[in-house]
C-alpha cells in the first residue's frame, strides 16, 4: 500500500475560511515533506516544505504542521480564495538519497462562494 | 510558470509501440526526475537522473528508459507500450542532487491505444 495518504478525498470551504488538509504517512523513516498542488492540466506547483526536526513552517498564507508522534502531517490555507481551488498533494522523502518523493493520493479543495 | 518544459503535450501510441518524451529543465537545476500520474491518484517515481548518471528508480520496469545531456534536459524513453503505460508523465527538475523542492512541467498526456 502507499505509506503517504490523505484523510478526505474532498474538501469543501466557504470562500474566506481557513482550510486545513491532512494527511498521514507511515514510514518513520521519512525525514522530508512537501506539499504540493495541481490545477487541471497543469503539473503540481509547489506550496511548501518542512524537514522533520522543524514541527511547524509558515509561508505565505499557508502553514505547514509535522507531528511525528502520530505520523501526520496538516497544510493550512488562511482566507481561502477561489484561486486556491486545487487538488494538493503531501509528498514525503527518505532520507537524502535518490529514492524519489511519495505522493498520496490527493484531496479536491472546493471554494462555496 | 516553474521554466520546466515538456514536449508533447499530448501523445497517442498503440500498443507494441515505443515513446520518447523530452523536458527542459529550469535554468540552474542540475537534477531531473521523472513521474507518473494515472488518472485520480498522485504521482509516482520512476527515476532521476543528476549528471548524466540515473542515481535512483522506483518501482518501473527496465523497458523505461532515460537520458539526462550536457545542458540537463532529459528525455523519457518507454518501449513496448502497454495500454496501462497510458497517464500523465510529469517531469521535475531541482537544484540538489536529493530530489527535493522538486518543480514540475506541466506533462505529457500519454494515452496507449
Known amino acids: 500500500g502507499e505509506s503517504v495518504g490523505l484523510h478526505l478525498p474532498t474538501l469543501s470551504v466557504q470562500e474566506g475560511d481557513n482550510s486545513i488538509i491532512n494527511c498521514a504517512y507511515s514510514?518513520?523513516?521519512?525525514?522530508?515533506f512537501i506539499w504540493y498542488k495541481q490545477e487541471s492540466g497543469k503539473g503540481p506547483q509547489f506550496i511548501i516544505d518542512i524537514r522533520s526536526n522543524m514541527d511547524k513552517r509558515q509561508g505565505q498564507r499557508v502553514t505547514v504542521l509535522l507531528n511525528k508522534t502520530v505520523k501526520h502531517l496538516s497544510l493550512q490555507i488562511a482566507a481561502t480564495q477561489p484561486g486556491d481551488s486545487a487538488v494538493y498533494f503531501c509528498a514525503e522523502k527518505n532520507g537524502g538519497g535518490a529514492d524519489g518523493l511519495t505522493f498520496g493520493k490527493g484531496t479536491h479543495l472546493i471554494i462555496q462562494p | 510558470e516553474t521554466g520546466v518544459t515538456q514536449s508533447p503535450t499530448h501523445l497517442i501510441k498503440t500498443r507494441g509501440q515505443q515513446v520518447t518524451l523530452r523536458c527542459s529543465s529550469q535554468?540552474?537545476?542540475?537534477?531531473v526526475s521523472w513521474y507518473q500520474q494515472a488518472l485520480g491518484q498522485g504521482p509516482q517515481f520512476i527515476f532521476q537522473?543528476?549528471?548524466?548518471?540515473?542515481?535512483g528508480r522506483g518501482n518501473f520496469p527496465p523497458r523505461f528508459s532515460g537520458l539526462q545531456f550536457p545542458n540537463y534536459s532529459s528525455e523519457l524513453n518507454v518501449n513496448a507500450l502497454e495500454l496501462d503505460d497510458s497517464a500523465l508523465y510529469l517531469c521535475?527538475?531541482?537544484?540538489?542532487?536529493?530530489?527535493?523542492?522538486?518543480?514540475f512541467g506541466s506533462g505529457t498526456q500519454l494515452s496507449v491505444l
Open positions: 521535475a527538475s531541482s537544484f540538489t542532487g536529493s530530489g527535493e523542492k522538486l518543480f
Open positions: 514510514n518513520s523513516a521519512s525525514d522530508y
Open positions: 537522473y543528476y549528471r548524466e548518471e540515473e542515481n
Open positions: 535554468s540552474g537545476h542540475n537534477t
